[in-house]
Every structure is written in C-alpha cells, then in structure tokens.
C-alpha cells in the first residue's frame, strides 16, 4: 500500500478539479488596482454622495468592468489569489493578510479588516472570521505537508468583539492527524494578545479524482 495518490491518480495534482496554482507576476499595475478596489469596497458600504455623484460613480465602475470583461478567464489563470507578494495573495475575497510563519508546526498571518468587513458597531461582521479561519486551515494543511483537503466542518467560538483598522494576528496548527483526517485549531488575537476568535475543524484528505 502506498499514501502516495499520484500512484493511484496520474491527474492528483489537479486535484479532483482544484486547479494547480501557479505564482503570478502580473505586474505592477494589479497592486495598485488591488488597492483602489479594496478602497473602492470601503467606501461602497460607507459613502453617501448625492445622486449626482453615485451616477458618476457607476459610469466609471460599468467603465472599468467593460474595459476588463474580454480578459475573463477560468479559475487558477487570473492573477487573484496567485501573487503571494501581495496582501490577500491577491485576492479580493480575503482580507489583506500577510504570510508571518509558514511551518509544519504551523502557520502565522498579519490581517487587518477594513469597513467592508463591518457587520454593525463598527465590529467585524461574524461571518467572515470562518472565512478568514478557512484559508488558515488550507494553509496550515500545506504547510503541514499534507494533500489537499477539504473542509468537513469548521465551528467558531467568538470571545471578544473583532476590531476593523487594527492590525491582528491569525494562527493555525494541526492538532491531531489520523490518516485521511486533519484537526485544525486556529485563533485571532489583538495586539494585547486578547482572543478575539478561535476556531476548530476537521480537514480530509480527496481521495483520487475526487473533487
């Protein structure tokens, strides 16, 4: 018997549809566009223009979008979550984090939420920490030397309220392996080191060819 799913499955590496991502160089132009957008989403949920200006506004993004919709492209091609000198690796769908520690021990990221991520009170909205705590479980997975996984579930306990404008420090770790299975812990703290949020879940492993 072998652990090796590459002997059983010569398409692993795709594993099971997940594309095989690449590091992208893009270019200089896809940060700055990474951070107008990021801001542009701050302001989309906090401006309060008069008509006049919200018409502007949308001229401008039906613009920008006309202007980048013959370049759409499958999953794993684009630049987004592929450039991993970038907060977020690139990617828009994650709050601008940076890679601290990446070990089999485990994992450390910087993060900072912005006003997108409010939720009321001016406190991050409950539903994006999993999001947050689900790429630290991928993460933690393959820094760990594991193969791709996916999540089985994830349970979040909230013990304090997550701040926006304040830097935080995300970490995850494997707490138990046994065979295909992987448990997760990870936790958010504030520069006080208070526990803002932890979580913990169950990775497993695909099996050839499965998606």
């Known amino acids: ?10 398409d692993y590496d795709k594993h099971g549809g997940f594309p095989n991502f690449q ?14 957008m990021r801001r542009a989403q701050d302001l ?17 993004a039906e613009e920008m979008v006309k202007l980048l919709d013959p370049f759409d492209s499958g999953e794993g091609v684009g630049p987004a979550n ?6 977020g690796s690139g990617s828009l769908l994650m709050p601008p984090y940076r890679v601290i520690k990446f070990d089999p021990d485990g994992v450390e990221l910087s993060v900072q939420f912005s006003r997108f991520s409010v939720g009321g009170n001016y406190a991050v909205h409950g539903g994006v ?16 030397g594991r ?3 996916r999540t089985a579930f994830l349970h979040v306990d909230y013990r304090n309220v997550t701040p926006i ?8 770790w494997v707490r138990e392996a046994e065979g295909r ?10 520069p006080e080191d208070t526990l803002l949020a932890e979580a913990n879940g169950l990775m497993i492993r695909l099996l050839p060819g499965q998606p």
């Open 1 to 10: 018997m072998t652990d090796d799913p590459r002997l059983v499955d010569p």
């Open 23 to 36: 590091a992208a160089e893009p270019g200089p132009g896809f940060g700055r566009f990474l951070i107008a």
């Open 44 to 60: 989309a949920v906090s401006a309060d223009p008069d008509s006049e200006t919200w018409e502007q506004a949308a001229d401008r």
């Open 82 to 87: 592929r450039v991993p000198s970038l907060p």
């Open 129 to 144: 920490l999993p999001l947050l705590f689900d790429s630290v479980f991928g993460m933690v997975i393959h820094a760990a």
């Open 147 to 149: 193969p791709i996984s």
């Open 165 to 172: 404008d304040t830097p935080l420090t995300a970490r995850g």
């Open 181 to 190: 299975k992987a448990f997760v812990n990870a936790e958010l703290r504030d």
